[in-house]
């Protein structure tokens, strides 16, 4: 059985940094493509992040420069270390493993992101 569990989320100031952690299991972590996705009240899920690799990753132009995404294959965990935040990178923060060959999609539950002062 396959399970993504985000953590790290909470209520952070304006300008301050929190890290985010998705621990996987029941897959083979290191064939995934792990990606980092946001929701907001009212508004549709979006990408944040993508990596495939160290040195093959993605951002939407919103995060660029401020948020990193990484992964520790042997810890089948990703994260994403997101700084200088801003009010509206307030929402839920979920974390997505999609396999290319079977197009095999898993959703973590997520984890609150409030900016907030």
């Known amino acids: 059985q396959v399970q993504l569990v985000e953590s790290g989320g909470g209520l952070v100031q304006p300008g301050g940094s929190v890290r985010l952690s998705c621990a996987a299991s029941?897959?083979?972590?290191?064939?995934?493509?792990m990606s980092w996705y946001r929701q907001a009240p009212g508004k549709e899920r979006e990408l944040v992040a993508t990596?495939?690799?160290?040195?093959?990753?993605n951002y939407a132009d919103s995060v660029k420069g401020r948020f990193s995404i990484s992964r520790d294959n042997a810890k089948n965990t990703v994260y994403l270390q997101m700084n200088n935040l801003r009010p509206e990178d307030t929402a839920v923060y979920y974390c997505?493993?999609?396999?290319?060959?079977?197009?095999?999609?898993?959703w973590g539950k997520g984890t609150l992101v409030t900016v907030s002062s």
């Open positions: 997505k493993a999609f396999l290319w060959t079977t197009r095999m999609t898993y």
């Open positions: 029941g897959l083979t972590f290191r064939s995934y493509v």
């Open positions: 990596i495939v690799s160290d040195d093959n990753t």
